[in-house]
């Protein structure tokens, strides 16, 4: 392997990584084209800083990188946007090979580096939202921003040549690319989907921060670099407002088929009135996938066999995900279909039933549908449209 850093700007340097054949993220999240642990060296001057690092298993690949343009042990500064070990963990490493570098991470990530680190507090310099750090003729600015993705986390702002160093914020896993790449955008939607769709609220607040910066340059630390950055700006405003399309997401699972039937024939209302429809069974889904739909359904629909007095474990997970990841969702309707007592409807509605989606209809029914059951689901799919409809 080559190993060497990339300039993307004068003084500025690409140094981190691609993880090409990583398949899962978190135990929890497929990558389907790997992704990247983007780090980079910002040499000023007089004085050096890296941003951000890489995950674990990778310190020697890296280290040979920043080694290609100036010595690890030469690094005045490691600023840790974020403490997670995909972009903080090899910071133990770099700390052992380099005597002087101080790390540069808000109050919470000095807690943090010190927990999941073991970095001492005498080589930690803690940085107030707007501080700034000059390298000589380069300016690092700092910018709190909380729970994107972690309560620790904060952007960096190069001043002079207006790149702004967001960490996940405008990130997306896949390891393709290094500059813009034009199929990115299903790639972004899906990470901001997974991690960011949360914090909505937190992503608002932060482009509201970074809208008075002048930006040539968003370089994340997963996925491809902006170059020309309006672009992803201009969703991410979306996607954190929460902006819905006329777009219903459909999780389900069957066992016998007649919960698949009645989700079917919902999904024919849905499609003759020219609603988009996402259709995910869950035995076979991507959550991926799935998150990213989540991101701009206005309604969903879940179908669920009664198993064991219950939901089928599958679509409890489903539920379970809406629950967590908080989606702009606004009406859901239930489908379901049991063998003597059911139970199942019960159970979404004690997950889903304090989430802030209107519930539009519930249809519960004893075995395969029948004429006049398909007749109720009619029904319940024109609702749904109304609805969606506004
Ligand atoms: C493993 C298993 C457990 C089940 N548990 C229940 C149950 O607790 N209560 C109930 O009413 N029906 C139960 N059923 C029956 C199913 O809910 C019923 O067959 C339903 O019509 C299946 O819908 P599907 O064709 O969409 O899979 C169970 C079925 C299976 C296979
Ligand atoms: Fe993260
Ligand atoms: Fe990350």
Known sequence: MINKAIEISEGVYYVGVKDWNRR??????????????????????????????????????????????TRVEEIDY??????????????????????????????KGSKMASIFYNVPNKRIKVVKDGESVTLGNKTLRFIEAPFL?????????LFEDKILFPCDFFGSHTAFGFYDIEEIIPFAKRYFGEIMMPFRNMGRKA??????????????????????????????????NGETEEKVIVLYVSMWGSTEKMIKTLVDVLLAEKIDVCL?????????????DLVDSR?????????????????????????????????????????????????????????????????????????????KIIQVGKKLVEKIRG
């Open 280 to 292: 995910y069974n869950l035995v076979t889904s991507d959550i991926g996938d799935i998150a990213k």
């Open 78 to 107: 490691i600023i840790m946007n974020h403490a997670e070990p995909d972009h903080a963990g090899a910071i133990p490493y770099i700390l052992k090979k380099n005597k002087k570098a101080k790390l540069i991470t808000t109050e």
């Open 149 to 157: 993705h972690w309560p620790e986390t904060m952007f960096t702002y």
């Open 207 to 240: 482009l509201n921060k970074i809208e008075e910066l002048e930006i040539k340059i968003i370089a994340p630390s997963h996925g491809p670099i902006y170059r020309n950055p309006e672009k992803i700006i201009s969703f991410y405003k979306k996607w954190t």
């Open 299 to 375: 309604a969903l629909v879940l179908g669920t066999p009664t198993v064991f007095g219950g939901m089928h474990p599958l679509a409890m997970y489903g539920a379970y995900l809406i629950k967590a990841l908080k989606p702009p969702i606004k009406y859901f309707a239930i489908l379901s279909s049991y063998g003597w007592g059911g139970g199942a409807i019960k159970q979404v509605l004690d997950i889903l039933g304090s989430s802030k989606i209107e519930l539009i209809d519930k249809v519960e029914i004893n075995g395969p549908p029948t004429q006049k059951d398909y007749e």
């Open 24 to 69: 899962l993220f978190d135990s929890l999240i497929p990558l389907p084209q790997g992704t990247t642990y983007n780090a980079y060296i910002v040499k000023g001057g007089e004085k050096t800083a890296l941003v951000d690092t890489v995950n674990p298993g990778f310190e020697k690949e890296f280290e040979e990188k920043i080694n290609s343009i």
